[in-house]
């Protein structure tokens, strides 16, 4: 995806590429938002349905999202998505996502992404909804809203 005349791409992660991508950080005031990204591996080594990729802007790492795959009953949660507090405002979380939705639709066949946000003044759920994300009504661990997005 072409992003201001530069590609932005998924890439797995590996031994080559996780320090970097440990290294990447979103702004103080949005850290109580999203885990690590070291934090957000370490629990993916725990869970048989962990989908990890970096976000590349050409051959600069920018990013992490994390989904919970379950392709049977169709159940896709993008539990941990950020982009680096230098590349944001950008367009790159937008495009991120768009890739994230092709990548699940063609592997997977997936047709609806979930997520959750912390309701707070700083959080998310602005820019879930600028992406396509609707409220759903439900709650996930009693204190965080769900959103979904058909594809």
């Not at 005031?29 to 048989?48: G, K, L, T």
């Not at 997520?115 to 759920?125: K, L």
């Amino acid at each position: 995806m072409l992003v201001n005349e530069q590609t932005l791409v998924l890439r797995e992660i590996d031994k080559d590429n996780f320090y970097a991508i440990c290294q990447l950080s979103v702004k103080i005031e949005q850290q109580n938002h999203v885990d690590s990204n070291a934090i957000s591996m370490a629990e993916a080594s725990f869970s048989n349905h962990a989908w990890m990729k970096g976000i590349y802007l050409n051959e600069t790492p920018v990013g992490f999202a994390m989904v919970e795959v379950c392709a049977e009953p169709n159940k896709f949660y993008l539990w941990r998505f950020m982009i680096d507090k230098n590349y944001q405002g950008l367009g790159l979380g937008r495009g991120a996502i768009e890739l994230i939705v092709d990548e699940l639709k063609t592997v997977f066949n997936a047709s609806k992404l979930t997520t959750s946000v912390v309701p707070s003044e700083t959080g998310p759920q602005k820019f879930y909804e600028n992406v396509g994300f609707e409220l759903t009504g439900k709650y996930v661990d009693d204190r965080e809203l769900e959103l979904k997005r058909l594809f």
